[in-house]
């Protein structure tokens, strides 16, 4: 005999699964007529919500799903253990889910599995932009919160680095230094952008960089560079894939000066890609920072461990952390929630110096 699934419950009832898990839970804002059909469902198949999950949900705490886009990086590294060592303190489970897949992300994939789950609410930090459309119909009715960006999806709360201030530090830093070649690797997951042209309508509109903490850094990046009258050059512009940024950061480095050594700085958005960069001037014999200064973004364990060491932009993955367990705890309560931006800051290192004349 077939076994009977939440989901058969809500093909029945004609309703998404995150819809049935809010029903039985007998959680808030759900319209009558769903309930209805949904209970008609369950008693029509005879389903019974899986135990173990009714154990954990009513014995020890609420249950949240946690979705990066990998653990390998320090960065979200760094968020996921804030998050699941926060998440005790306010009494929430946490599932850890990672969209990278063997062939690519699969960010809607684990979306499903969290809602058959039926998880009491989303932590989730994006590749790029999705299908709002498609994404409601899993998790209309559960409480979700965007980590890392911006601007991205209307009516849910987000906590997110101010990245355009980040870049346009690092940049001015740079330009205070007297570098005026001034190449710009942007940070974006796979091979969506390719030229500079491709970054002009988030120039135009900056709602539109909000799933991109890297155009984000690049819109400052141009601030910076409009602001000290410092010509920008497209072709000095490369961009890096943060799925595997290191090596992406080497590669970038070497398509550079295979077109140009006229360069004075790097301003990278990732610091495990500056460090790529890095290895790949020393291989042409360029010295870091005599030759190219190079400024990152994270200040994680990469820009201490690197030789030299980076210059940086801070960003308190910690604080980020905590701030989203913070905001999803008060959402799976039913209380309202605001946007939460964190600051950012420069720290100068060995990586970056003075334009040699």
């Not at 939440?6 to 839970?25: Q, W």
């Not at 989303?122 to 590749?127: E, L, P, Q, R």
Request: proline share 3%.
């Amino acid at each position: 005999m077939k076994r009977i699934t939440i989901k058969d419950v809500a093909l029945r009832a004609g309703v998404s699964i995150s819809t049935v898990s809010r029903v039985v839970h007998n959680e808030k804002n759900v319209a009558s007529d769903y309930i209805t059909r949904v209970h008609q469902a369950i008693e029509e198949l005879g389903w019974h919500p899986n135990s173990v999950a009714q154990s954990l949900r009513h014995g020890n705490g609420s249950n949240v799903g946690l979705i990066l886009p990998n653990t390998i990086d320090p960065f979200f590294g760094s968020i996921a253990d804030s998050i699941i060592s926060t998440a005790a303190r306010q009494n929430l489970n946490i599932i850890t889910m990672v969209s990278h897949t063997a062939n690519g992300y699969d960010e809607l994939g684990c979306f499903k599995r969290l809602t058959a789950s039926s998880v009491d609410g989303i932590i989730f930090c994006s590749i790029a932009d999705v299908d709002r459309e498609v994404l409601d119909n899993y998790i209309a009715n559960i409480p979700m919160v965007l980590c890392s960006r911006r601007e991205m999806i209307p009516g849910r709360p987000h906590v997110f680095f101010d990245h355009q201030k980040g870049g346009y530090l690092a940049t001015r830093h740079l330009l205070e230094m007297g570098h005026r070649k001034i190449a710009l690797f942007v940070g974006v997951f796979g091979d969506s952008f390719h030229t500079a042209d491709d970054l002009e309508p988030f120039l135009q509109n900056h709602v539109l960089a909000g799933p991109y903490s890297g155009i984000d850094k690049y819109i400052g990046a141009r601030k910076a560079m409009d602001e000290y009258g410092a010509t920008f050059y497209p072709e000095l512009v490369e961009f890096v894939d943060l799925g595997n940024a290191y090596q992406s950061g080497f590669e970038a480095t070497q398509r550079l000066i295979s077109k140009t050594t006229d360069i004075d700085a790097i301003f990278t958005t990732n610091d495990l890609s500056a460090t790529g960069a890095i290895h790949m001037l020393a291989k042409q014999r360029l010295e870091v920072p005599d030759d190219v200064s190079i400024i990152g973004y994270d200040n994680g364990i990469m820009a201490t461990s690197s030789q030299p060491q980076l210059s940086t932009i801070v960003q308190d993955t910690r604080r980020l952390g905590l701030e989203c367990t913070n905001v999803i705890a008060q959402l799976i309560n039913g209380k309202p929630c605001s946007d939460v931006m964190i600051d950012v800051s420069l720290i100068v290192r060995q990586s970056s110096c003075r334009h040699q004349a």
